[in-house]
């Protein structure tokens, strides 16, 4: 019923890349789009699918995660070129009537943290040029330490928070599934 990708690399800006998956796999009538909310992505995809399917609107919902990091990562600053990689996942989502899938999620997003990752480039803002070519400002740019500090605080915090919502202990606790973090901040983090 539904297909929605998560990227921050997306083939083109139009049209969609869910919308050429859906082509791919013969989905021809799947409503789609895309989520371009770089490392959250597949977590706002995944929650945003569940909604549709919460809302009874959508039996089957395919979430697709995948980036093509190597197309914006500059290959001559090596503290961010060892960090991102190329990848992708998907999952169905379906209703069910027993006790798995999604009970709960917080999402939060800061546009204040964007001038320490982001790609400067590429949108109306700054569309591409020569110029903006000759200066690389089509590659990601991170300043790792304050990235780092912001997301285990705040992964922490939120996963305090969500805890205390559900009446939940540490010791409840399996698995946690972050934004797509590295393992330095999902160690911290836990």
């Known amino acids: 019923d539904m297909l929605l990708c998560a990227t921050a690399t997306p083939d083109m800006l139009f049209p969609a890349t869910a919308n050429l998956i859906s082509d791919k796999v013969g989905a021809i009538n799947a409503f789609g789009y895309d989520i371009l909310a770089a490392c959250s992505g597949f977590i706002f995809a995944l ?70 990752l982001y790609q400067k480039a590429g949108g109306s803002k700054f569309p591409a040029t020569i110029d903006t070519v000759n200066a690389r400002e089509h590659f990601l740019h991170q300043e790792g330490k304050a990235v780092f500090k912001f997301a285990v605080k705040n992964m922490a915090d939120v996963s305090y928070e969500i805890m205390q919502r559900n009446q939940l202990t540490s010791d409840d606790i399996a698995w946690l599934v972050p934004h797509q973090a590295n393992k330095r901040i999902i160690d911290a983090t836990s």
Do not use: W
Not at 68 to 78: A, G, L
Not at 94 to 115: F, H, R, V, Y
């Open 47 to 116: 929650t945003t699918g569940a909604k549709f399917i919460e809302s009874g609107t959508h039996k089957k919902v395919v979430i697709v995660g995948a980036d093509k990091m190597s197309s914006i990562v500059d290959y001559t600053n090596r503290n961010n070129c060892i960090i991102f990689g190329d990848g992708s996942g998907a999952v169905l989502l379906e209703p069910t009537q027993d006790e798995n899938g999604i009970i709960d999620s917080i999402l939060k997003s800061d546009g204040a943290g964007g001038k320490f």
